[in-house]
């Protein structure tokens, strides 16, 4: 008995780092076709977005975490959204390659609200 509690938490915990690396390559698409399809937004390498996806991913946490509001343009309405810019501009600083302007974040939030919405899955800012 004590050797299928074992098994059933090694299964558990590599299901879960599946499900983290399915949502970072899931968040990364989104962000891409963000990037796209936003006038003023470049990311120059897949470098670039992987770290700026994990840069992203971590600011959004550290907002949950302390504030407790989802950064996701939808998430908690005007205050969701404002943050979903503010975080993609932001993410520029942390990030060689990935460059925004207010603009084209305040753009982008948008975008990155409605191609989130549409791709299935639990992608977040």
């Known amino acids: 008995m004590a050797n299928n509690q074992g098994n059933t938490q090694t299964s558990n915990g590599s299901s879960t780092v599946w499900q983290i690396v399915g949502r970072m390559i899931g968040a990364a698409v989104v962000l891409a076709i963000t990037a796209f399809f936003t006038p003023g937004f470049t990311i120059n390498s897949i470098w670039a977005l992987a770290i700026a996806t994990v840069v992203l991913t971590i600011m959004d946490y ?12 939808f998430g908690k309405g005007f205050v969701g959204f404002v943050l979903a810019a503010i975080t993609l ?8 390659g990935y460059s925004i302007s207010w603009i084209a974040a305040i753009i982008g939030a948008v975008i990155y609200g409605i191609v989130d919405y549409l791709i299935p899955g639990n992608q977040e800012l």
């Not at 550290?62 to 989802?70: H, P």
């Not at 501009?89 to 060689?96: A, K, N």
């Open 62 to 73: 550290l907002i949950v975490k302390f504030t407790g509001i989802n950064a996701s343009p």
């Open 89 to 96: 501009y932001v993410t520029q600083y942390f990030v060689v």
